[in-house]
């Protein structure tokens, strides 16, 4: 798959599974063109404090983050602190906190399609990817 085609298209960017077994190569593709990679570990999340804390610090957020829904979205809609030709956000390992925190958790996920469409209209690509071993989003596309 031609992933470093496909990171282009802004019209489609957004919020998607991970590619199974296809992680480094997306990862080598968004590097290539030139974008910020960053690797979120959901894996000890329990709640949405605690995916706020793991976004704030593999995404670097700065000290006026909030930690609420709307300070997500700000952060995430600006990036300035991180500045790419485009963005890959790698979720990983969410599966607990799916299971601990289902509804915060999808609230994540429409919080970062959100910001998606605010850098679509900006031109520029914005990626979610979800690391998940269950099925439990039955709405969240593949990539391809």
Not at 2 to 28: F, K, Q, S
Not at 36 to 64: G, H, T, Y
Not at 104 to 110: A, G, K, M, P, T
Request: aromatic share 14%.
């Amino acid at each position: 798959m031609n992933y470093a085609a496909i990171l282009t298209r802004v019209d489609v960017a957004g919020v998607y599974h991970m590619p199974v077994g296809g992680e480094a190569d997306l990862v080598a593709a968004a590097m290539q063109n030139g974008y910020r990679v960053f690797r979120v570990d959901l894996s000890a999340a329990e709640d949405k404090e605690s995916m706020f804390s793991a976004l704030a610090k593999a995404m670097k957020f700065p000290s006026w983050f909030g930690f609420n829904w709307d300070g997500l979205l700000d952060c995430l809609a600006d990036l300035s602190w991180e500045p790419g030709e485009g963005y890959v956000v790698i979720l990983e390992r969410c599966d607990r906190v799916h299971g601990l925190a289902e509804a915060d958790f999808v609230h994540l996920l429409q919080v970062f399609e959100a910001a998606a469409q605010e850098w679509r209209e900006q031109g520029v690509p914005f990626w979610c990817f979800v690391d998940m071993q269950a099925d439990g989003i039955s709405w969240l596309a593949d990539i391809a």
